[in-house]
């Protein structure tokens, strides 16, 4: 894998991909033990017919970036990190978002303050809006 250049990369890792989606599309359901299993041999994902892929209990779930960081050494250019451990998301929920919400708050401590509302005039029809009763 060492060899690969970055198309042919590219191509390899949305044909795992491709195979990814179909593993989990064409999954065998066995509703009596709560599991998920493979229905066919998926080599480049290491999934043999019948693996068990999902289950409800004492279960660690397959994960796509190990499997491409098995093929490809710098599977993280390539692969976006998980959602549990975080990604693009969770840094603008947690970092971006209280920066926004810092500079707003500032905004508003130096804004000049606009107490004075004779300026505007007085209400239209007695501050009960444009209503025509």
Not at 44 to 52: A, D, H, K, S
């Amino acid at each position: 894998m060492e060899n690969i250049e970055k198309g042919d990369l590219k191509s390899f890792i949305e044909e795992l991909k491709r195979q990814w989606r179909l593993m989990w599309r064409e999954r065998v359901d066995d509703k009596l033990r709560a599991e998920g299993i493979a229905a066919k041999d998926y080599q480049n994902l290491f999934v043999e017919r019948g693996l068990v892929i999902v289950a409800t209990k004492d279960f660690r779930s397959l994960n796509f970036a190990d499997i491409v960081q098995q093929h490809v050494p710098e599977a993280d250019r390539w692969v976006p990190p998980c959602p549990s451990v975080g990604g693009w998301g969770k840094f603008i929920r947690e970092v971006l978002r209280k920066q926004i919400i810092s500079r707003s708050s500032r905004r508003r401590q130096f804004a000049p303050e606009q107490t004075d509302k004779s300026k505007c005039g007085p209400p239209k029809k007695g501050g009960r809006g444009w209503l025509h009763k």
